[in-house]
Nanobody, 112 residues
């Protein structure tokens, strides 16, 4: 059974930084695509960033170039480095494995 556990969320002032981590219970090397999504109150879940096994990444326009996604296949972990955070980045952030498996989410709150 695949489990994804996110961590690193919290409260931060606008302009600050956070790094989210997603630890998988299995080797993430079996998943070509790993991604981070977010869902703000009253809004639909949206893609934030994704990365393929070969390291190709893709970002939502709203987070370029502030966010960086990376994956550590050896440690079965995916990261999302977030800088220059804005109030509109406030959301629950979810890790996703190859469009199939979801974590429970971690809350990021950015204060203006």
């Amino acid at each position: 059974q695949v489990q994804l556990v996110e961590s690193g969320g919290g409260l931060v002032q606008a302009g600050g930084s956070l790094r989210l981590s997603c630890a998988a219970s299995v080797s993430i090397d079996i998943f070509n695509t790993m991604g981070w999504y977010r869902q703000a109150p009253g809004k639909q879940r949206e893609l934030v960033a994704q990365i393929t096994r070969d390291g190709t990444s893709k970002y939502a326009d709203s987070v370029k170039p502030r966010f960086t996604i990376s994956r550590d296949n050896a440690n079965n972990t995916v990261y999302l480095q977030m800088t220059s955070l804005k109030a509109e980045d406030t959301a629950v952030y979810y890790c996703n494995a190859h469009f199939l498996y979801w974590g429970q989410g971690t809350l990021v709150t950015v204060l203006e």
